[in-house]
């Protein structure tokens, strides 16, 4: 084996090391961020509230964002409903949206669905609505808005034999808006000296 060879493979390698190092390289984190919404905590009917409003307050890199989340729990009693024919459950439906000013799209969840009487607790993604590609652009100010409709996943109104009804109601007890984000952190320095201990 080449002596002379193999010392000057072995201090480009150093060099190149060092060299990386010297350029700042950065390691990726993920990191959870959860911001409670208490305007959206509350009861929910065709009687009372049907949909609430939030400012959400934002103070990180949207650029940072992966993905945002709607996190809500409590509890609910579907109603009941007759249109020409036996008894039919009235579920409780869920959606929130917040709509992107600088693209004019929206981001929505795709809903609750059909819950069952008593407690709920549920997680939903937002995704991109039909209206257009969105960003999270919007959020750099600083703030943004939020809406969350509790409705009903019927037309009952559209009903032409409609015979009795027993409203849906919930109540929430949390709603949490999460935030699946990643932020790039120095890598820790490694001197020179350090660095050709490990080629010894």
């Known amino acids: 084996m080449n002596i002379s060879n ?23 984190q993920a990191e959870i961020v959860e911001i409670p919404l208490p305007a ?31 996190r809500m729990s409590g509890t609910l009693t579907n109603g009941i409903w007759i249109c020409d024919g036996p008894e039919l459950v009235w579920h409780m439906h869920f959606a929130a949206s917040m709509i992107d000013d ?18 709920f607790s549920f997680t ?5 609505s039909f209206t ?16 969350l409709d509790g409705g009903s996943v019927i037309g009952i109104a559209d009903c032409p034999a409609l015979e009795w009804v027993e409203h849906p109601s919930a109540e ?3 709603a949490v808006l999460v935030f699946d984000m990643t932020s790039t952190v120095p890598a820790e320095g490694t001197s020179w000296g350090a660095m050709k201990a490990l080629y010894r």
């Not at 939903?124 to 991109?128: A, E, G, S, V």
């Not at 960003?135 to 750099?140: A, E």
């Open 132 to 147: 257009g590609p969105p960003t999270w652009n919007f959020l750099g100010a600083g703030t943004g808005g939020l809406l």
């Open 102 to 119: 600088t693209t004019g799209g929206w981001w929505a969840t795709q809903g609750s669905g059909s819950l069952a009487t008593g407690l």
């Open 124 to 128: 939903y993604d937002f995704i991109p």
């Open 40 to 70: 959206l905590v509350g009861p929910y009917s065709i009687d009372g509230v049907l949909w609430a409003e939030t400012t959400i307050p934002f103070n990180m890199d949207p650029a940072n964002i992966v993905s945002v989340s709607l």
């Open 172 to 174: 929430v007890t949390e």
């Open 6 to 28: 193999h010392k000057f493979g072995t201090r480009i390698g150093l060099l190149t090391l060092f060299l990386l190092a010297g350029l700042g390289f950065h390691n990726a």
